[in-house]
């Protein structure tokens, strides 16, 4: 089946030590997403790529930062994780078309030490 | 600007009852309405959209919803509710022309007792 695959599940780690979470896709589709979700909260949408032009939420903090290398990979980089970042962060697609539903991988799930 | 707004943080039913989850939206331009259902510990699931063909939609699971525009509503209904609806409901709204911007109610838990 054609997925949104997110890597790893959960993730561990420490006050200031940098983390990457990763996101593929065999949708073949040309918008992706990263979302921050804390407890009981709606998802926060940190950025997303049409195709490879990148665009940052006015409110995402300059720590965390993002790259494509290409249509089915998306990787999130958190510079100096705070305790303020433990969350759960999910990965999305979309085809162009603001009538087209995003698709949602299952998330991973950070926890800081 | 956009905006979503999802009557009760939870919403509590017996097995068997009537489920149904409020959702307005405010838009300046006609909008794609979205349903999504977010287990514990899982991403979000499209349940159902939207997107200005008919106004009563069905989606997964028997759930439907029914756009109205004079009250810019569109609630999410199910006519008997299981244990396994147990869940959280984000009802959201997607008006950008040329790909997907979701801006996303608070959700609303949904309980379901024996």
């Known amino acids: 089946d054609a997925m949104v695959i997110q890597n790893p599940r959960y993730q561990v780690t420490q006050f200031g030590k940098p983390v990457t979470l990763s996101c593929s896709q065999t949708l073949n589709h040309n918008v992706m997403y990263w979302y921050q979700q804390k407890s009981s909260q709606a998802p926060k949408l940190l950025f997303h790529?049409?195709?490879?032009?990148?665009?940052n939420e006015a409110d995402t903090p300059d720590n965390f930062q993002s790259r494509r290398p290409n249509t089915s990979f998306c990787f999130l980089d958190i510079r100096s994780p705070g305790l303020g970042d433990a969350a759960m962060y999910l990965c999305a697609t979309s085809r162009q078309g603001a009538n087209q539903p995003q698709h949602f991988g299952d998330g991973t799930r950070l926890s800081i030490l | 600007a956009q905006s979503v707004t999802q009557l009760g943080s939870h919403v509590s039913v017996s097995e068997g009852a009537l489920v149904l989850l409020r959702c307005n939206y405010s838009s300046s331009v006609p909008p794609y309405l979205f349903w999504y259902v977010q287990y514990p510990n899982q991403g979000l699931q499209l349940l159902l959209k939207?997107?200005?063909?008919?106004?009563l939609v069905k989606g997964i699971n028997g759930f439907e919803a029914e756009f109205k525009k004079s009250e810019t509503s569109f609630h999410l209904t199910k006519p008997s509710a299981h244990m396994s609806d147990a869940a959280e409901y984000f009802c959201?709204?997607?008006?950008?022309?040329?790909?997907?911007?979701?801006?996303f109610g608070k959700g609303t838990m949904l309980l379901v007792s024996p």
């Open positions: 939207y997107t200005s063909a008919a106004t």
């Open positions: 959201a709204v997607s008006v950008s022309s040329g790909y997907s911007t979701l801006t």
């Open positions: 790529y049409y195709d490879k032009d990148f665009n």
